[in-house]
């Protein structure tokens, strides 16, 4: 039987029987505990089959048989006792080692060759090599074995003779030894006369080994038997013993021969007990002396070995001793094989650096034997036989060369070999046996083995001053470490030639320094003895640990001077603090208690990055309650490390502290300091400070600063630091006020009998939980009762009001009989219930803690019954390699769930429900700790499934984010459990729901989620005292803080007063005029610092908002300027707020928090669930940067401003109430009003609209006694964003908008195109085409493989047979030896629902998972508007025949009607009227280039080449296809900075920019202000930019309103006294109307009839156009009115330059904007010649305005005849000397007499102009009537470029 044991017992095991022999052990029994009595105890049974269970990575890392047992568990009779045997793959047979016992699971570990696959399966003939002595220590001969060769026999005789130890010997077939026999382990080889040599087998292993006689014997027998022998076989016997210093070891040395036994001796310490000769550290002690091999530790970097290896292939190896190498990435192409300290790593050089662990640091072995000292790490990467590889160090003592080099000697199976020579490997016999608890000998410094940490007092060293210490009438001076500077000890010592004083008292040197002064450790005491001085006289400091001191500093006192003059000195600083465990719990002194255990993390830690531009490199590991947990990191291996710095760049990383202390509260907020770290800058040792923040929300933790002494600072808003509260719950149900954490003790109850707890023989508890007892106990509501077995007492009458109080369960029963100890009480229970996720149920039931001689009678009971319902995980990740921070905490719901989009119409009855990062809220038939749950609902039954937990945080890969949910209900093959997988893809602005995307054997399902949340944290910085979320674009504006009468006043606890303003100064002058904060002291009026000047500028960093003021007075002797810090915390109830001090920096760095509302970005979930799980996202209306302005009509007057579902961004020059989602501005009020606040997600009325509510808004100025609040009512308008309007006056103080707008219009289409598809209610066509590439293909890498796909069209390069692979396929995969197709062209659809775009290619090659189906690819197009030159990323996919891809494009994103309309100041400026519908407009440049032009929409009926979603597109001259130059989704339009010109601008693509250039071609359109519609005509490009730019004069521009004019009768005033007036009745028709065509390129041909000052006459007259001034008709029988009445109350006229418009409005509401009414615009300008002229159509706009142009005699102005001789005279003589000058210089020149020609025409009287429509409905020339062009007035400055 196998045997290991453990301190007292002694364990039997026979893996695969239960045949125990004579060993008094359980008949059943696999494994049997046997203690000193010798009685057997079954731990583990073989009747049933043990449990088999593979490690992570596979066979290769490892596997457990867990065995189990009917044997009851002592501590839980509940339970029964089990064991649990760990194999990894070893060398020998090896043996099982004890580990522990933990909750009745015995475990063991062996390391063996019988866990290794074929390639290294045991020896045949190996027998087990340990055995256990008398004194049941082990005796391991396993080290002696040979995988290769044997040992010579030391002998008198020529025959030679060979040996192995317990197993055959091996040998190449060269050698003599091979013809020994293959199980030989004994061999003799003899020669004869001749020289013929004889090989002979004398045996083979045929027993275990024996110990008698403090001897080891090992017995080999020859397989034959031999006469000479009396038939019987030759008798090997090798006595093994330990060498007790008697003899040296010999090696094996025959000492008796015969022809049929060989004896033979062996004296080695490998014989000896084991565990006498190795350490687990880098101290061994042995009989002799000791080696310390701790100075080899490098702490900077790794050893470094560079070795040639065949092939050109070279190896390094960089290996530590007593610590963890550096590097980083070690490990992982081993099967990602990651270790918590890597103690060596092999790097393949040129093998794209291919890395193996040779071993962990961990898992090490100290040995010295035989005069032999080596190192072997165990446990490194595996072989390719899942042997895991190794590393041994042989050191040599050589006292020459120091500290030495390690040599890399050679690779045996994977056990790497090196020789080290060094002084340390030499025996050190001074003082005896050392403490393995410390080594010192190291400058100011101790090191704790035990905890592998260094106390270090260097930074108490003064290296220019002393600490002076006084008490009564002494005076000293002393330094640490170092000599005292100046001061008394510097005074003449004459005994002293060479003084070194490091203290002193008034008269004498009283301690000098060794200038290597060391650390002691005494008494339970760090110390630290100077050498003596003067007389005999001699210094001790101890240092004490004290918390109450910055991380590097403290304060000495004197204590006492014992009879042997020895000075005592005290030093407190929290340098003396070591490593130890600390509470999660702590409390103030109000009372109040806090617990942070929620943040202590198991398996991971909390990340942060470095927002400092210049260490973007550097990241943080942090962990609460607990140590860093360091596997997969550069983090050193510490006990109980707190905080860990990275530092990427130079691969290592440092201890930026260990746990000494608990939390601690500092004005409410909670303090986490980790102290005594690496040291930095070469005397500071590195520190952290946390400040947790109570909040509602969980945020993540955010770097600050670093201070110059290396002291971090970090904050952290989280429900954790908010006080502990009580809450009473109903049900035996309860919910953690702060975390909103669920607790549910109802199967505790016990319907069947009571939990009785026994006190005595006679004396038991009756407790039931939830319900009353089972037993009578008098009373028939009794919960617990106290039993004699004669008689009973009611200790407390049953109830489920379960209690939380102070981070505790309980449940109190009162009310019971009287007690008997206290007279007039009575008897009351207190059942306390503790978490514990190992005990699962109900565990051992109650303990009784109190009870006996009290009245009240206190339980505990620990259960997982007891641990939250909800399961949270960290939901915070740092990208180390590319230095990004993520945060999804918002995405976390403590109430509801997100609701999964379904785009699939055969599964509409599918109701998934998400949350992030903690389990979903109250979903039926669904587990409580499922973070994902599935209703299926059908006409019978609804069923729930729970698809996973989610165990662990977000995870990236390739820059994509991820969330797994694991452990779900069964699969339907109930061999799986269900699961699913969420990817996150970064979307600006998004903030909608996860959609569903595809699900495999209704076993896993994936989800995609578009969500700002998934983007990148990032910082800003604004100097306008706002800050800027550049993540979102919410903008926080703390203004308001700002005070201009007083300060905010801020006591710190020590007498100082702060006087604080924000973005400003102090209004106090005692410290200058620039001080943002003044200390001052209330008793001193001297006392008085500027703790920083002022600024506006404002911080925002992942998260954190925070000013800075820096450059105050300085400090600490002109070291340091102080400086402030005020972080801004999100407290929605906190109004204005008021600043807490929370600490100084040793760098006088004050820090304060400021909770207030005004660091709130509150949002609302923007999404309308429906009935049927769908959802009406209303995100894509957010606006990140500005608001929307709401159109009033009715009479409603006012600003209106509005953003959806978050607060207003802010408004330029006013100030709305903070946290507004709608604000009004009236210019006679001087407060704005808040018409309320986000509230809650939108909701779908019964009749289809979406209502969107706004709530607590300001005091409602007809009801004070309300508050103001709003409402939005969407309702579907296809093809436009539209705009939100106010016609009516509030009504009982609610507001209601109306906003008609296609984003609640929710259509799912798809076709089978793989290049566009058309939404109809977006009414617009995607098309990918612009993605499809003509050449080459996107490459995408998928490990070490290659992807390429294309869009629209096949991979290039592939031939088209089918040998190819890829032939016709949309995506193809290239492992290197094949090609396979991934999905073809010929089967792909294109779907669009919920703004993604999906496409599919299927029916691929076969694929290798699963035979029965075929490869296929989905490209989810995401719209993001800002990526134009983006390329696809590959998913990650559970499914391996499906492959996924995210690509990001503006190719994606719906080409709505974008907004016509921005208003400023209160002036509307609307580009709708010049939005066409019909047409575009159309330029032609002085080269002949053609472009054409729409604003708001896209062209319609554009030249071929021109896209259906281009704003701009261009045509070279001779070209028959045009391109797009910038696209409608793009458009931004704003004012100038001067506010006089209207800019729209676009952006587009690459095409018609230059090749070498990276940019995207821009348009820009600069509206000047102008009479009449206008056109826009081409000013330049710029090649350099890649910019087109055009000018646009138009009265659209102008600010103002057009001057309106009155009529009389259809008489409108004239413009000069020659015109007194202007009859347009003489345009009127008395029959008849005037008629004009329009032909349409969409084959839609009107005709348009109208009349001027009268209503239409027959026969148009008629049906829809009765009443009416204007019909719109077509030969189908169509007919729309659309000019109202010709009356004077209907009829508008507007002056506008020279243009005069006739305005005929109609009461139909446009279909396109139901904002606008339809109506008709007529143009009229002056032609002399053309008499009364006739209209002509225009344009339609946008808005339903149908322009008519009109030349006509009727609007000419007649100019007056000149009076006065002499006025013409003079005239007359300058205008004849101007054009005699004129001429001459331009009659020699043609273009010079052209450009003549046009300035006569210029100052020529006007004549009026009108436009000539293109062929496409767009205007290309601008003429007079006269065909001359006619220049604007404000045009001279032509004259001046002539």
Not at 395 to 405: A, L, M, W
Not at 623 to 643: D, E, K, R
Not at 1444 to 1455: E, G, L, M, Q, R
Request: one cysteine or more; a positive charge.
């Amino acid at each position: 039987l196998w045997q290991a044991h453990s301190m007292d017992e002694t364990f039997l095991i026979n893996l695969c029987s239960h045949e125990m022999g004579n060993s008094n052990c359980p008949v059943s029994s696999a494994i049997c505990s046997k203690s000193i009595s010798g009685n057997g105890v079954n731990i583990g049974s073989y009747t049933d089959s043990p449990t088999v269970r593979i490690s992570n990575g596979g066979y290769r890392f490892g596997f457990t048989l867990e065995y189990s047992s009917r044997q009851k568990c002592k501590s839980n009779q509940n339970s029964v006792v089990n064991s649990s045997i760990t194999f990894t793959c070893g060398k020998t047979l090896g043996s099982p080692e004890f580990i522990e016992e933990n909750n009745c699971v015995y475990y063991f570990n062996w390391r063996t060759s019988a866990a290794c696959n074929y390639l290294n399966a045991p020896s045949t003939t190996e027998i087990p090599c340990y055995i256990y002595d008398d004194g049941n220590r082990k005796r391991d001969l396993s080290l002696l074995m040979k995988e290769s060769g044997a040992y010579a026999v030391k002998s008198q005789s020529e025959k030679k003779m060979y040996i192995n130890v317990c197993r055959n010997i091996k040998v190449d077939a060269s050698s003599p030894l091979s013809s020994c026999g293959t199980y030989s382990s004994a061999c003799t080889v003899s020669k004869n006369s001749q020289g013929t040599k004889t090989v002979n087998s004398i045996g083979q292993p045929s027993a275990k080994l024996t110990y008698s006689n403090q001897q080891i014997k090992l017995v080999y027998k020859s397989s034959q038997k031999y006469s000479q022998c009396g038939n019987k076989p030759i008798l090997t016997n090798i006595f093994l013993r330990c060498n007790n210093g008697d003899k040296n070891n010999n090696g094996p040395s025959m000492i008796s021969e015969s022809e049929c036994q060989y004896d033979i001796e062996w004296i080695t310490e490998f014989a000896c007990p084991i565990d006498d000769m190795i350490s687990h550290s880098c101290i061994l002690n042995s009989k002799n002396g000791h080696f310390n091999l701790l100075p080899l530790m490098n702490q900077l970097s790794d050893y470094q070995v560079m070795v040639p290896g065949a092939n050109g292939l070279n190896y390094k190896y960089l290996i530590n001793v007593c610590g963890s190498i550096k590097g980083i990435d070690c490990g992982y192409s081993a099967g990602h094989d990651s270790s918590k300290s890597t103690a060596g790593c092999q790097i393949a050089m040129g093998r794209r650096n291919e890395t193996h662990r040779l071993g962990d640091f961990s898992n090490m072995i100290l040995r010295y034997i035989d005069d032999e000292l080596t190192l072997t790490y165990y446990d490194g990467s595996p072989c390719h036989d899942g042997f895991r590889r190794s590393t041994i160090i042989t050191f040599t003592c050589d006292y020459s060369v120091g500290i030495g080099n390690p040599q890399f000697i050679q690779e045996n199976h994977c056990t790497y070999l090196f020789r080290w020579a060094t002084q340390y490997a030499c025996l050190k016999s001074d003082g005896g046996l050392i403490n393995e608890a410390f080594t010192s000998g190291f400058f100011c410094s101790l090191y704790d083995n035990t905890t592998n940490f260094m106390y270090n007092m260097i930074p108490l060293r003064l290296s220019d001053g002393t600490y002076n210490i006084s008490k009564s009438t002494k005076f000293f001076q002393l330094n640490i470490c170092d000599q005292v500077w100046g001061g008394i000890c510097n005074k003449s010592h004459p005994n002293l030639p060479h003084p070194t004083p490091s203290a002193c008292d008034s008269e004498a040197i009283i301690g000098q320094t060794s200038s290597h002064d060391t650390l002691v450790y005494e008494q339970n005491q760090l110390r630290l003895k100077y050498n003596p001085g003067q007389e005999g006289k001699k210094t001790t400091i101890n240092f004490n640990c004290d918390m109450n001191f910055d991380s590097n500093t403290g304060s000495v006192t004197f204590d006492r001077q014992t009879s042997d003059h020895n000075y005592i000195f005290n030093f407190a600083t929290p340098l003396a603090c070591g490593p130890k465990p600390i509470s999660c719990v702590t409390s103030d002194d109000k009372g109040n208690y806090y617990d942070l255990s929620d943040l202590y993390l198991a398996n991971s830690n909390w990340g942060a990055i470095d927002g400092r531009s210049d260490q973007s490199h550097l990241r943080y590991k942090i962990n609460m309650c607990g140590p860093v947990n360091t596997g997969n990191s550069l983090c050193p291996n510490i006990s109980h490390l707190g905080a860990c710095q990275e530092d990427t760049k130079n691969n290592r990383g440092f201890s930026m502290g260990v746990m000494t202390s608990n939390p601690e509260v500092v004005n409410g907020n909670l303090i986490v300091r980790y102290v005594n770290g690496d040291i930095c800058h070469g005397r500071f040792r590195r520190s952290t400070r946390i400040e947790l923040i109570c909040s509602d929300t969980q945020g993540s933790l955010i770097f600050i600063k670093e201070t110059p002494s290396c002291e971090y600072y970090f904050t952290w808003t989280t429900p954790s630091a908010c006080p502990v509260k009580k809450l009473t719950g109903n049900n035996c149900q309860v919910q953690d006020p702060l975390t909103h954490d669920n607790y549910d003790l109802r199967s505790l109850a016990n319907n069947v009998k009571d939990y009785k707890i026994a006190i005595t023989a006679g004396q038991f508890y009756m407790i039931n939980v939830c319900r009353k007892l089972v037993s009578h106990c008098g009373s028939t509501s009794v919960g617990a009762c106290l039993s004699t077995g004669q008689t009973s007492r009611s200790l407390g009458i049953f109830n489920k009001q379960l209690v939380f109080d102070k981070g505790y369960l309980q449940l109190n029963y009162t009310n019971g009989d009287a007690c008997p100890s206290h007279t007039g009480m009575k008897e009351s229970t207190l059942i306390r219930f503790y978490c514990d996720e190992s005990i699962n149920g109900i565990g051992v039931g109650p303990k009784l803690i109190a009870g006996q001689g009290t009245c009240l009678h206190e339980f505990h009971w620990n259960t997982s019954v007891a641990c939250p319902i909800n399961s949270i995980v960290d939901c915070s990740y740092v990208d180390v390699i590319n230095g990004k921070q993520y945060d999804l905490s918002s995405l976390s719901k403590t109430t509801g769930n997100w609701f999964v989009t379904v785009t699939n119409p055969s599964i509409k009855n599918w109701i998934f429900q998400i949350n992030v990062c903690r389990s979903t809220n109250n979903v039926d038939g669904c587990s409580k700790s499922s973070g994902v749950c599935l209703t299926i609902k059908t006409p019978s039954k609804n069923n729930t499934y729970s698809l996973g937990r989610n165990k662990k945080g977000p995870y990236a890969i390739d820059g994509i984010l991820y969330l797994n949910y694991t452990d779900g209900d069964a699969c339907p093959d109930g061999k799986r459990r269900k699961s699913a997988l969420v990817t996150f893809v970064c979307g600006r602005g998004k903030f909608g729901p996860p959609l569903f995307t595809s699900q495999k054997d209704h076993c896993h399902y994936d989800f995609l989620w578009i969500h700002e949340a998934a983007c990148a944290q990032s910082s800003s910085i604004s100097n306008n005292c706002t800050a800027v979320n550049p993540s979102s674009g919410f903008i926080f504006d703390f203004n308001p803080l700002r005070n201009s009468s007083m300060d905010y006043k801020v006591v710190d606890g020590r007498d100082h007063i702060y006087n604080l303003n924000v973005c400003g100064t102090a209004n106090t002058d005692a410290c200058g005029k620039s001080s943002g904060n003044c200390q001052l002291k209330s008793d001193d009026q001297n006392f008085h610092f500027n703790g920083g000047n002022a600024n506006s500028r404002l911080y925002y960093e992942d998260g954190n908002i925070y000013l800075n003021y820096t450059g105050g007075d300085a400090c600490h002797n002109g070291k340091y300027h102080r400086s402030t810090i005020i972080s801004f915390v999100c407290s929605e109830n906190a109004g204005v707020g008021h600043p807490v001090y929370i600490t100084e920096g040793s760098d006088c760095t004050y820090f304060f928090s400021w909770p207030t509302q005004y660091a709130c970005e509150r949002e609302v979930e923007c999404v309308a669930m429906k009935p049927d799980g769908s959802s009406v996202d209303l995100s894509p209306l957010i606006k990140p940067t500005d608001n929307w302005e709401a159109v009033t009509i009715g009479g409603q007057n006012g600003s209106y401003y509005i953003n959806l579902c978050t607060a207003l961004n802010p408004v330029p020059n006013t100030r709305c109430p903070p946290g507004s989602g709608i604000c009004l501005k009236n210019a006679d009020a001087a407060i704005p009003l808040s018409l309320g606040k986000p509230y809650q997600s939108p909701t779908i009325a019964p009749d289809g609209t979406v209502i969107l509510v706004y709530v607590n808004g300001s005091r409602c100025p007809s009801d004070s006694s309300k508050r103001l609040s709003s409402k939005i009512i969407f309702s579907c308008q296809q093809g436009t964003l539209g705009n939100p309007i106010l016609s009516d006056p509030p009504s009982n103080c609610v507001y209601t908008f109306h906003w008609a707008t296609s984003i609640v219009c929710n259509n799912i289409v798809s076709n089978n195109s793989t290049c566009s598809i058309y939404d109809p209610s977006l009414k617009f066509n995607f098309t990918l085409s612009h993605l499809t590439l003509l050449k080459d293909n996107y490459v995408v890498k998928d490990g070490s493989n290659t992807i390429e796909l294309n869009v629209c069209s096949s991979v290039n390069g592939q031939s088209s047979s089918t040998t190819s692979g890829c032939a016709n396929s949309g995506v193809c995969l290239h492992t290197g030896s094949k090609n396979i197709s991934l999905g073809l062209t010929s089967k792909s659809s294109l779907t669009y629902s919920n703004t993604l775009l999906m496409l599919k290619y299927t029916n691929g090659a076969t694929c290798a998972s699963d035979h029965s189906r075929k490869y296929s690819s989905t490209i989810l197009f995401v719209c993001d508007r800002n990526a134009v030159n983006s390329k696809p990323v590959l998913m990650q996919s559970s499914d391996k025949c499906i492959y996924k891809f995210d690509w990001n494009t503006h190719f994606a994103c719906p080409i709505l009607s974008q907004n016509c309309m921005i208003k400023v100041g209160g002036k509307i400026y609307d580009i709708s009227p010049l939005s066409q519908i019909t047409g575009s407009w159309k330029i032609i440049d002085s080269s002949s280039t053609e472009y054409w032009i729409n604003l708001c929409r896209p062209i319609v009926n554009g030249p071929p080449g021109c896209s259906s979603n281009a704003a701009v597109c261009k045509m070279d001259i001779g070209k028959t296809v045009a391109t797009d130059l910038a696209f409608t989704s793009s458009q931004k339009i704003e004012l100038s900075a001067d506010n006089k010109k209207l800019l729209v601008s676009y952006t587009g693509s690459k095409a018609n920019c230059q090749k070498s250039s990276d940019s995207v071609a821009s348009v820009k359109i600069e509206f000047t202000c102008g009479s009449g519609v206008g056109k826009p005509r081409f000013i330049r490009y710029d090649k350099s930019t890649c910019t087109f730019y055009f000018s646009w004069r138009s009265h659209i521009a102008c600010p103002t309103t057009r001057n309106k004019v009155s009529e009389n009768g259809c008489i409108i005033s004239g413009r000069s006294t020659a015109n007194p007036e202007i009859n347009f009745n003489t345009l009127a028709k008395a029959q008849g109307n005037w008629m004009i065509r329009e032909n349409r390129h969409n084959g839609d041909n009107y005709l348009y009839y109208l009349n001027v000052c009268r209503n239409l006459n027959p026969p148009q007259n008629v049906n829809q156009c009765k009443g009416g001034s204007a019909c719109q008709t077509k030969s189908n029988g169509f007919r729309r009115k659309i000019g109202g009445p010709n009356t004077i109350q209907n009829r508008k006229f507007y002056v506008d330059g020279n243009i005069i418009e006739m305005h005929l409005p109609t009461k139909e509401q446009c279909g396109k904007d139901k904002t606008k009414n339809v109506e008709s615009i007529i143009l009229f300008t002056c032609a002399i010649s053309n008499s009364l002229g006739s209209p002509k159509f225009f344009y339609e706009s946008g808005d339903c305005k149908y322009y008519f142009e009109w030349s006509t005699s009727t609007v000419c102005q007649r100019v007056p005849t000149s009076q006065g001789i002499n006025g013409g005279v003079v005239a007359a003589i300058i205008v004849s000397i101007v054009v005699l000058a004129i001429l001459l210089l331009f009659i020699c020149k043609r273009d010079r007499r052209n450009r003549l020609k046009q300035m006569v025409l210029r100052v020529s009287p006007p004549d009026g102009y009108h436009y000539v429509p293109g062929g496409d409905g767009s205007s290309d020339r601008l003429l007079s009537s006269g065909g001359a062009r006619r220049y604007q007035s404000d045009d001279d400055d032509d004259l001046l470029r002539l």
